[in-house]
């Protein structure tokens, strides 16, 4: 039996219904627009269902001053089933790799599901039942209001206004039937957990705006304040022993509550000139001050300077047009709302309810980490614009990393947040565009050729603190490695040379490639788009699940052989990293345009 088939066989189609209307007279415009979509999953009982409006209007309230509103409503529903990783066997992979196709474990004819004889859960049986559902409600709405304080005829200073709210409220089902076999032996069969989170995120922008024109030269200034607010509020209720056929999470033997909130204030202000000489230079400067209520010194802002050029060279030698541009800023990405805090969690001791800190300890000191970057790009089209091209090389020195360190246990903590090191990245992007119907005329074809290319790469220059591992199971199963001189995308494993993990591979690519083709023909259109990616590396543990479950493809040649698994836990993880090199046609796109009056 193919139960890969069979469990992801279903068709996962896709439909999208889109519906919008827009209109207005010189003073008010506007914008309705609905959405509903209905995606299908490949598994049973899986899919994600979208509906959503839209209303936008414009308003000038006189000569001076003018109005914009914008309101989204979404309603989404996703039923996820049971992926990603398990330690009971319950998950579809887990369970696919311990099932040999030679056992028949598919539904009986009076409904109900066999015994699956060498795993904890039928996998089949569990899709077929197992409830794994999101339901959110969101409202998204920002206004601008735009107001002309003073114009003469070569400047004009404005006033803008701009808030906005985000909130959605989401509402999580999980229910395990007590009567699954996972369950039915437990002493308290079925599961049902309920979470409901709330979360709020508004923001407001006062600005000034002072536009200046002089012969030659114009002046465009900006000067403002920035304020943001992130509320966030989840309950989380699990509850075992479900009494059958019920699923309230008060219909059980016992149940456990969670509760969870984080809170966040942000407050900036900037500064910003740009200057625009004739057609060919532009300069730009600013700096931008924030702090936040994750940081630990709330009074003390953090400055961002920035500044920008480029120069319009236009026709030169064998260029249509060149532009030379380059840019130099800092920015800052703050700490986490607790890496401040050493967090409590509830504890009963002897009967008595109390507090223990958990095993993360916060830092007070926290602070934001610092990205300076630096830019250098070209643009530029020749022949007849036959060919145009942008070019960009840029450099990320980032200080004050903000890293979750292991901690030795006699501190009485097993981790704790850090600003504890610096790293240096570097990339390139290009992008090309051909337009070989500039040169040759094709009878009424148009051709359009778009290609893209960009590659980067990290290294940690500097750690404040011992090197450690992060973001895996364990390190014998593959992780990646934080310590200086590493890629921060280095994956390691049980490999080790001279005390040192050597490096099995890296997630990061050697680069993306991608090419489109756009051909049109009177009302016919037609596109493609294809993908490369060469390089980088992920860890392949559903290959060794089903090494375990004895269900690999090559278990003989590779498992029996000592090739994989030769021993648990590993001695070798390279088995199990894999290069992610690919080539994909990502679309395929056929549109025809219907005439004037008819559409």
Same mark, same amino acid.
């Given at each position: ?73 979404? &309603? ?54 197992? $409830? ?5 409600? &969101? ?34 089902? !999980?229910?395990? /039937? ?17 979470? %409901? ?17 002089? /012969? ?60 625009? $000489?004739?057609?060919?230079?532009? !300069? ?31 026709? !030169? ?42 095993? %993360? ?150 680069? &993306? ?37 004895? %269900? ?35 679309? $395929? ?11």
């Amino acid at each position: 039996f193919d139960y890969e088939e069979i469990l992801y066989g279903e068709t996962g189609q896709l439909t999208e219904h889109t519906l919008s209307a827009i209109g207005g007279d010189e003073k008010t415009q506007f914008y309705l627009g609905g959405q509903y979509m209905d995606e299908g999953g490949i598994i049973k009982n899986t899919g994600y269902k979208k509906m959503s409006g839209r209303m936008n209007v414009d308003h000038r309230l006189s000569d001076k001053a003018k109005l914009s509103v914008s309101t989204n409503l979404v &309603r989404s529903e996703s039923d996820r089933g049971v992926t990603g990783n398990d330690n009971t066997n319950m998950t579809y992979g887990f369970s696919i790799g311990f099932t040999p196709s030679f056992i028949d474990i598919r539904q009986n004819a009076d409904g109900s599901f066999p015994t699956h004889p060498l795993n904890p859960s039928n996998p089949l049986e569990t899709a077929e039942y197992f $409830v794994n559902n999101e339901v959110t409600h &969101r409202a998204l709405g920002s206004m601008k209001f735009d107001y002309n304080l003073f114009r003469a005829d070569n400047m004009d200073l404005g006033f803008l206004a701009v808030a906005g709210a985000d909130f959605y409220n989401q509402e999580n089902e !999980v229910f395990i /039937p007590p009567f699954l076999q996972i369950e039915s032996s437990k002493d308290e069969a079925g599961q049902s957990v309920m979470t %409901t989170t709330d979360n709020l995120n508004t923001n407001l922008s006062l600005n000034l705006v002072h536009k200046m024109k002089m /012969p030659g030269m114009s002046f465009n200034t900006t000067a403002g304040l920035q304020y943001e607010t992130y509320d966030w509020n989840s309950v989380f209720v699990h509850a075992t022993g479900m009494i059958p056929t019920q699923t309230n999470v008060d219909k059980a033997s016992s149940q456990a509550v969670y509760h969870d909130r984080k809170k966040r204030q942000d407050r900036g202000q900037f500064f910003q000139e740009e200057v625009t $000489v004739g057609d060919n230079l532009y !300069v730009a400067f600013s700096m931008r001050g924030d702090v936040s209520s994750t940081m630990g010194d709330t009074e003390t802002k953090e400055w961002y300077p920035k500044a920008a050029a480029s120069y319009q060279l236009g026709e !030169v030698a064998l260029f249509d047009n060149l532009k030379l541009r380059g840019a130099w800023g800092q920015t800052g990405n703050m700490p986490q709302s607790k890496a401040k805090y050493t967090t409590m969690a509830s504890s009963n001791i002897g009967g008595i309810n109390g507090l223990v800190a958990s095993s %993360t300890k916060g830092n007070s000191a926290i602070k934001p980490e610092r990205t300076t970057e630096l830019e250098f790009g070209a643009d530029f089209s020749v022949m007849g614009g036959f060919a145009t091209v942008e070019a960009t090389m840029y450099q990320q020195d980032i200080e004050d990393l903000i890293l979750l360190v292991d901690e030795a246990p006699s501190s009485g903590a097993s981790y704790s947040w850090q600003n504890g090191g610096e790293m240096k990245t570097s990339g390139m992007e290009l992008a090309l565009g051909l337009n070989p119907t500039n040169l040759v005329e094709l009878g009424g074809l148009d051709w359009n050729f778009h290609m893209t290319y960009y590659t980067n790469e990290s290294e940690v220059t500097k750690l404040n603190v011992d090197p450690y591992n992060y973001g895996g199971f364990a390190t014998f199963l593959g992780t990646y490695r934080i310590e200086e001189g590493y890629s921060p995308t280095s994956i390691v494993g049980s490999e080790m040379e001279n005390d040192k993990h050597v490096v099995l591979g890296n997630e990061n690519p050697d680069y &993306r490639l991608s090419f489109r083709n756009s051909f049109s023909f009177g009302p016919v259109s037609f596109s493609f788009l294809v993908d490369h990616k060469e390089g980088g590396h992920a860890i392949n543990l559903a290959n060794l699940i089903y090494d375990f479950g004895g %269900t690999t493809a090559d278990y003989e040649e590779q498992v029996l052989s000592g090739q994989r698994l030769e021993s648990w836990p590993l001695t070798r993880t390279a088995p199990y990293v894999e290069s992610t090199t690919y080539t994909m046609l990502r679309d $395929v796109s056929l549109d025809y345009t219907l005439p004037e009056n008819l559409s």
